[in-house]
C-alpha cells in the first residue's frame, strides 16, 4: 500500500487529576491513507477524543500530556514539534456540538474568514468573500445574508456546516470530526455525513471520524478502529470489522445492535462497565467483562496480532495465540 | 434593541415611583411631627413648610402633592438652611460626586478587568496568588478603612518628600481627586477582579476556544478576540449595582477628604435630621442609580449580540 | 510474540472463573451533607476561617469574663495610649504654680533687629520633666525683647520645622517656659528663638527631652493604685493591652464590647432576613401561578431600592425613641430591605426542585405537600441558603460599620466598632491604633466569613461532585 499520510505509533497520554493520573490513551498506533476514512469507535471514555484532540495539539498542558509516541504528518512529528503550524491549515477539526463551538458574540462569517485571514493573508474583504463561497459550498441557504449572523440565530445542523466551512477553509489534507452528528436530529445527521462525503469527493481529503455510532461507521469509513479502555483493540477495513469481528468487545457490539438480517435476534449487552484507568488492568482491559477470558488474559496484556496476512486487519487478543482453545473460540474464523 | 430599551425604561420609570414612594412612606413612619423635633425651625419656615407639605391635610392627600412635586422636579427647600433649595444644594454638589464617581468607576472597571485577565492568564503562578490574596483584602477591607488609610498615605508621602505631591485633602484639581477615586474604587475594583477572574476561566472551558485553537489561532488572538469580550460579559452586569455600592461608598470618601460632594452633604443632613434634603436626596440618588442601571443594561445589549438581536 | 509464547502453557488459557469484582463500586458512597464536609475540611483557607470564627465568638462571649474591665471607664491620665506593657508612672505632688526665672539685671526690651540675635544659650530643663509639667530655662539672649518657644515630636531641621509654637515670651529678660499642654511620655524637641517682641531671629536652640509619666498623688489615691502612695514613688497604672481611646477607655474592652453590637447585627439580622426569605421565596416558588408573579415582582421592586440610602432613612425613621441604641432599629432596617434577595434564589430552587422526578415519584405514592416541602424541597435548597448566610453576614457587618462611621448606627456611648472606626478617624494621624485595631478586627472576620463562604459553596457544589 501507499505510505500513509498519517501514522500515529504507541501514543500515550496521561491526565493528572485530583484522584492521581488517568492514563487516558495507552499505545494507540493507526495509520491514514490520503483521501480515506478512518472511523474511530468505542464507548465515552475509552479515548477516542482524546487521541485526535492529542494529535491537534489541544489537550490541555496541563493537567494532560503525552508520555510518549509519534504521529508523523508530513514529514514531521506532531508529538514533538507541535500541532500548531498544522491545525487549521493541514489538518481541520469539527466538534461534537456545534452550538457550544463557536463563539457566541462574532458573526459567523468573521469566524470563517478568520482561518484565511491567519492562515493566508487574505484581507478582510477577500476573506469574507471566501467564507461565503465556501458557507455556499457547504449547502448553507442565502450564505451572504448568513454570513452576517450570529450563532444563536442559527439551528444546529446550520452550525456544523457553518463549521465544517470553517474547517476546510485552507483545504486541509485531513479532517478530522470528533462526533460531528452527535448532537443532531437523524435526519440532519444523514445530510451532514453527506456533505462530508461529498466534500470528501471534491478535493480528496482524508477524514478521521470519531464515533460510537456503528451505523455512521458502516456509511462513511474505509477502515476502522475500535477502542477500549485507551487502547485500539481491533482495527481493519470496514468489511472485516463487521463482519469478522476478531475481537470479543467487537463482537460483543455487534451482538449489542440490532440487525436487519437477523431481526428476531435478542440484543445482548455487554455486562459491567470499562475499567477504571486510575490503576489499568495489568493484565487485557476487556478480561473483566470477557465471556471467553482465560487465565492469562487477567495477567498478560496481549499486543496486536494480524488476523490475515492478506488484509489490514489486526487485533488484541489472546484467543488469537496459538496455545488458545480452537473449540468454542468465537474469533477464530474457521472453527 | 429598541423594545429592550423601552422595556428598561418603563421598568425604571415604575422603580422610581416605588423608590419616591417608599421615601415618603418611611419618613411618614417617623414618631411624632418631624417639624416638632427640630426646635431650631423658625416659626417662618416652620409655616411656610406647613403649607408646602400640606402637613395638616390628610396622608392621601400629601402624598398628592409630594408626588407632584417630586414630578415638576422640586424637592423642596432645606431644614437646616433657610430657605435653601434642596435642588440648588443637588445642582451646586452632585456635579462633584458624580465627576469622583465616574472616576472611582472607570478606574474600578478597567482595573477589575484588567488584573482579572492577567491572574487569569497566569493562574495558580504568582502574580496571581499575590493579586486574589490583595482581592481578598479588598472586599474584606470596609471602604472607610481605605479611605482613611489613603488619606494617611498621602500625609506620609508629603512629608518624606517634603512638599505636596498630591493634596491630602479639598478639592479643585485633578490632583485633588486621584486619591478619593482610587480609595473609593478599590472594593469594587477587588470585587470585578474575582469576577472577571472566574469568568476569563468559565471562557477558557468553553468549547469555542477549543474550536479557536483547532483553527490554529495564535494565543494572542484567541485571548483577544475570542476570550476577552466573552469574559467581560458577565463583568458588566454587575457594574449597575457596583455603580450604586460607589455611590454610596461616596459619602464616606467625601467626608474623610472633605470633598464638597452631595454625598457629604447628604451625611450632614442625616446627622442634622435635615429631612426635606434626605428625602430631596434619597429620590435623586435613586433616580440617578435606576438610570445608571438602565445605562448599563443598555451598554450590556450593545456588547451581546444575543441581547440586541432579540426582539 | 512468538518467542514469549514458549513461556505459556496450556493452563494459561484455561478459561478464567470470573469473579464477582467487575460490578464493585471502588470508593466508598457518601451523603449529601458527609461528602460536604469531607470536601470542606480539605479546604484549608475554610478550615483556618472556621478556627478565626470560632476564636471570635470565643473572645466576644468569653472574652468579657476573663477581661473585666469596665468598657466606659475613663482613664484620664492614660488617654490615646497606644498598646503596650504596664506603664509605671512618677507620683507627684499636686500641681504648683512656678514663675520664670526673670534676670532683673537685664533690660526687658532689647535694642537688636531680628536678624542681630543670637541663639539662646544653655536651654535645659529647670527639674526632672514628667507629663504633668516641663519647664524649661535658658541663659537670656543679649539685646534680645522676647522668645518664642516651639515643641516638635521630631528633630527641627529649619526655621519652618520647629513644630507646635507654645507660647512667646514677650520680655528679653524672663528667660523661662513652662510647657503643660497635653504632655505624653514620649520624645519632645523643644526650641527657643529669640524675637524683638515681634519677630523671629534666624537661629535657634533646641532640647531634647522625654518627660517621665507622671499621676498626682490624689490621682493615684483616687484610683487605688498604691495603698500609701508618697511623692517621688514609681507606681504601675491602670493595664490596658491594646491602649486607650482619646477619652481614656481600655480598647480591649471596648473592641470586646464592641464585638457584640457587630456580631449581634452581623449575625442576627442575616439569620431573619434569610429564615424570612427562605418563607417568602418557598412559598411564592411551591404555589406558583400569580400569586408567585405577584410576590416577586414586589421583591423586585425592594431589590430596586438603593440600599444604603434606605438603611438611612429606615434608621431614622424607625430610630427615634428616647434610649434608643439603635440597635434594634437598624435590624429591622436591615431585615427590611436584605430578603429578596434570599427569596428570590429559594424561589428559583423551589422551582426547579418541584420539576424533579423525585417530587413527582414521591407524590404518586400519596405524599402531601406537607411532606414533599418538609422532606424533599426545603433539605434541598439548604445548602444555597447556608451559603447565601454566610455570605450575609459580611455585608451585615460592613453596612453596620458604614451606618455608624457616617454617625447613622449605634449611638455612643456603646461602642461598635463601625463606631470605633468613626472616632479613631479622628485620631488617625496622631494616634492611629485606634483606627487600626476596630478595622481589622472588622477586615478579619469578614474576610473569615468570606473565606469560609467560598469554601461552603465549593464543598456544596454539587457540580464539582464526582470530579475527583
Known amino acids: 500500500m501507499t505510505t500513509p499520510i498519517l501514522a500515529v505509533r504507541n501514543l500515550a497520554v496521561e491526565f493528572d487529576t485530583f484522584g492521581g493520573v488517568v492514563n487516558a490513551v495507552r499505545d494507540v498506533s493507526f495509520d491514514l491513507h490520503a483521501g480515506q476514512t478512518l472511523a474511530i469507535v468505542g464507548e465515552s471514555g475509552c479515548g477516542k477524543s482524546v487521541t485526535v484532540q492529542s ?11 503525552i508520555t510518549k509516541g509519534s504521529a508523523r504528518f508530513m514529514d514531521q512529528d506532531l508529538v514533538t514539534t507541535g500541532a500548531q503550524g498544522v491545525r487549521g491549515v493541514h489538518m481541520g477539526m469539527i466538534f461534537q456540538d456545534p452550538m457550544t463551538s463557536l463563539n457566541p ?10 482561518t484565511l485571514v491567519v492562515h493566508k493573508q ?43 466551512a470553517q474547517a476546510l477553509a485552507c483545504e486541509p489534507a485531513i479532517l478530522i470530526a470528533d462526533e460531528p452528528t452527535t448532537a443532531l436530529d437523524v435526519t440532519i445527521q444523514a445530510q451532514i455525513l453527506e456533505l462530508m462525503q461529498s466534500l470528501q469527493k471534491e478535493n480528496g481529503m482524508s477524514i478521521i471520524l470519531i464515533t460510537h455510532d456503528l451505523a455512521v461507521v458502516a456509511r462513511m469509513a474505509d477502515q476502522v478502529a475500535v477502542m477500549y479502555a485507551g487502547e485500539i483493540v481491533e482495527t481493519g477495513s470496514v468489511t472485516d470489522v463487521f463482519y469478522h469481528p476478531a475481537h470479543p468487545y467487537n463482537l460483543g457490539l455487534q451482538q449489542a445492535m440490532p440487525s436487519n438480517r437477523h431481526p428476531d435476534r435478542v440484543l445482548e449487552p455487554i455486562p459491567g462497565s470499562p475499567p477504571d484507568l486510575f490503576s489499568p488492568p495489568t493484565g487485557c482491559g476487556y478480561c473483566a467483562r470477557c465471556p471467553h477470558a482465560m487465565t492469562i488474559c487477567d495477567s498478560h496484556p496481549p499486543e496486536m496480532s494480524p488476523i490475515d496476512i492478506a488484509s489490514t486487519h489486526e487485533a488484541r487478543c489472546w484467543l488469537h495465540h496459538e496455545l488458545a482453545p480452537s473449540e468454542n473460540n468465537p474469533v477464530r474464523p474457521s472453527s | 434593541m429598541i423594545r429592550y430599551t423601552a422595556k428598561r425604561i418603563l421598568s425604571g420609570i415604575v422603580t422610581i415611583w416605588f423608590i419616591t414612594t417608599a421615601t415618603f412612606l418611611a419618613m411618614h413612619a417617623v414618631p411624632g411631627d418631624p417639624l416638632m423635633n427640630d426646635k431650631a425651625v423658625s416659626e417662618e419656615i416652620r409655616r411656610n413648610l406647613e403649607a408646602r407639605y400640606g402637613l395638616d391635610k390628610p396622608l392621601s392627600k400629601q402624598y398628592v402633592i409630594f408626588i407632584s412635586n417630586m414630578l415638576k422636579g422640586d424637592f423642596g ?6 430657605n435653601r433649595r434642596v435642588n440648588d444644594i443637588i445642582r451646586e454638589h452632585f456635579p462633584v460626586s458624580a465627576i469622583l464617581g465616574i472616576l472611582a468607576v472607570v478606574i474600578a472597571a478597567l482595573g477589575g478587568m484588567l488584573w482579572g485577565a492577567l491572574t487569569a492568564l497566569y493562574r495558580n503562578r504568582l502574580p496571581d496568588i499575590t493579586i486574589m490574596f490583595l482581592v481578598i483584602l479588598g472586599i474584606s477591607v470596609p471602604g472607610f478603612v481605605f479611605a482613611a488609610t489613603g488619606q494617611l498615605a498621602l500625609v506620609h508621602l508629603n512629608a518624606m518628600v517634603g512638599t505636596t505631591v498630591l493634596p491630602v485633602a479639598g478639592w479643585g484639581t485633578f490632583t485633588h481627586m486621584l486619591m478619593p477615586a482610587l480609595v473609593l474604587g478599590l472594593g469594587t475594583m477587588a470585587l470585578l477582579t474575582r469576577l472577571m477572574r472566574t469568568s476569563m476561566i468559565d471562557v477558557m472551558g468553553e468549547d469555542y476556544i477549543r474550536t479557536a485553537h483547532a483553527k490554529g489561532l495564535s494565543a494572542q488572538r484567541i485571548f483577544l478576540r475570542h476570550q476577552l469580550r466573552n469574559a467581560i460579559l458577565p463583568v458588566v452586569t454587575v457594574l449597575g449595582p457596583q455603580i450604586a455600592a460607589i455611590t454610596t461608598g461616596g459619602f464616606v470618601v467625601e467626608y474623610v477628604f472633605a470633598i464638597p460632594g452631595l454625598g457629604r452633604y447628604f451625611v450632614q443632613a442625616v446627622q442634622q435630621l435635615d429631612y426635606t434634603v434626605i428625602m430631596g436626596t434619597t429620590v435623586f440618588y435613586g433616580a440617578f442609580l435606576v438610570l445608571m442601571v438602565i445605562l448599563v443594561d443598555i451598554l450590556y445589549g450593545l456588547i451581546d449580540p444575543r441581547v440586541r438581536l432579540s426582539t | 510474540m512468538s518467542e514469549q509464547s514458549h513461556k505459556f502453557t496450556q493452563l494459561d488459557f484455561a478459561p478464567l472463573d470470573h469473579r464477582e469484582d467487575h460490578e464493585s463500586i471502588a470508593r466508598p458512597s457518601l451523603s449529601y451533607w458527609q461528602d460536604a464536609w469531607r470536601r470542606l475540611k480539605q479546604n484549608t483557607r475554610a478550615i483556618i476561617s472556621m478556627y478565626i470564627l470560632i476564636a471570635l465568638a470565643l473572645f466576644t462571649m468569653a472574652g468579657p469574663l476573663l477581661w473585666q474591665v469596665d468598657a466606659s471607664r475613663q482613664d484620664l491620665n492614660q488617654t490615646s495610649q497606644a498598646p503596650g506593657f504596664v506603664r509605671q508612672a512618677l507620683i507627684v505632688p499636686a500641681y504648683k504654680r512656678w514663675a520664670a526665672p526673670v534676670d532683673q539685671a537685664i533690660p526687658k526690651y532689647g535694642d537688636l533687629l531680628p536678624e542681630e540675635l543670637a541663639s539662646a544659650q544653655g536651654l535645659t530643663a529647670a527639674e526632672p520633666p514628667n507629663t504633668q509639667t516641663v519647664r524649661l530655662i535658658w541663659e537670656p539672649v543679649p539685646g534680645a525683647g522676647g522668645y518664642s518657644i516651639y515643641r516638635n515630636t521630631r528633630p527641627p531641621t529649619s526655621m519652618q520645622d520647629l513644630g507646635l509654637p507654645l507660647s512667646s515670651v514677650d520680655t528679653g529678660n524672663k528667660h523661662g517656659y513652662e510647657d503643660r499642654l497635653n504632655l505624653k511620655a514620649e520624645e519632645y524637641f523643644y526650641s527657643v528663638v529669640a524675637t524683638d517682641g515681634f519677630d523671629e531671629a534666624a537661629v535657634f536652640s533646641t532640647l531634647q527631652l522625654r518627660p517621665q509619666l507622671a499621676i498626682t498623688h490624689k490621682d493615684a489615691l483616687e484610683r487605688d493604685l498604691s495603698n500609701n502612695p508618697q511623692p517621688g514613688d514609681e507606681v504601675s497604672l491602670a493595664f490596658h493591652p491594646l491602649g486607650t481611646d482619646y477619652l481614656g477607655r481600655d480598647m480591649l474592652a471596648r473592641l470586646m464590647e464592641g464585638a457584640r453590637v ?21 412559598f411564592a416558588g411551591y404555589v406558583g401561578g400569580s400569586i408567585d408573579n405577584i410576590l416577586m415582582r414586589f421583591a423586585d421592586f425592594v431589590v430596586a431600592l438603593p440600599f444604603l ?10 430610630g427615634i425613641g428616647p434610649g434608643e441604641s439603635g440597635i434594634i432599629p437598624m435590624l429591622v432596617a436591615l431585615v427590611l430591605l436584605s430578603w429578596p434577595a434570599t427569596a428570590r434564589l429559594v424561589r428559583g430552587q423551589v422551582l426547579q426542585i418541584r420539576e424533579q422526578g423525585y417530587i413527582d415519584a414521591a407524590r404518586l405514592m400519596g405524599a402531601s405537600n406537607h411532606y414533599l416541602i418538609a422532606r424533599h424541597i426545603l433539605p434541598n435548597t439548604m445548602g444555597v441558603v447556608l451559603v447565601t448566610l454566610t455570605f450575609a453576614v459580611p455585608m451585615a457587618i460592613f453596612t453596620e460599620a458604614f451606618l455608624s462611621f457616617i454617625g447613622m448606627g449605634v449611638a455612643p456611648p456603646t461602642p461598635s466598632w463601625g463606631s470605633m472606626c468613626n472616632a479613631g478617624v479622628k485620631t488617625m494621624l496622631a494616634h492611629p491604633h485606634e483606627l487600626i485595631l476596630p478595622a481589622v478586627l472588622i477586615s478579619i472576620t469578614v474576610l473569615a466569613f468570606n473565606l469560609f463562604g467560598d469554601g461552603l459553596t465549593e464543598a456544596l457544589d454539587a457540580r464539582m461532585r464526582g470530579r475527583e
Request: hydrophobic share 50%.
Open chain 3, 262 to 282: 457587630s456580631l449581634f447585627i452581623g449575625v442576627l439580622a442575616p439569620l431573619a432576613f434569610v429564615i424570612f426569605g427562605v418563607a417568602y421565596g418557598g
Open chain 3, 309 to 318: 440610602l434606605f438603611m438611612i432613612l429606615f434608621k431614622i425613621a424607625f
Open chain 1, 105 to 114: 458574540t462574532m458573526r459567523i462569517g468573521d469566524q470563517v474568514a478568520e
Open chain 2, 77 to 82: 427647600i432645606s431644614f437646616t438652611q433657610q
Open chain 1, 122 to 164: 487574505y484581507t478582510r474583504k477577500q476573506a469574507q468573500e471566501a467564507a461565503v463561497s465556501l458557507l455556499a459550498r457547504t449547502h448553507i441557504p442565502e450564505p451572504r445574508r448568513r454570513a452576517q449572523q450570529y450563532p444563536f440565530e442559527f439551528s444546529g445542523g446550520m452550525l456544523q456546516r457553518a463549521m465544517i
Open chain 1, 55 to 65: 494529535l491537534m495539539g489541544l489537550i490541555p498542558t496541563p493537567p494532560g500530556r
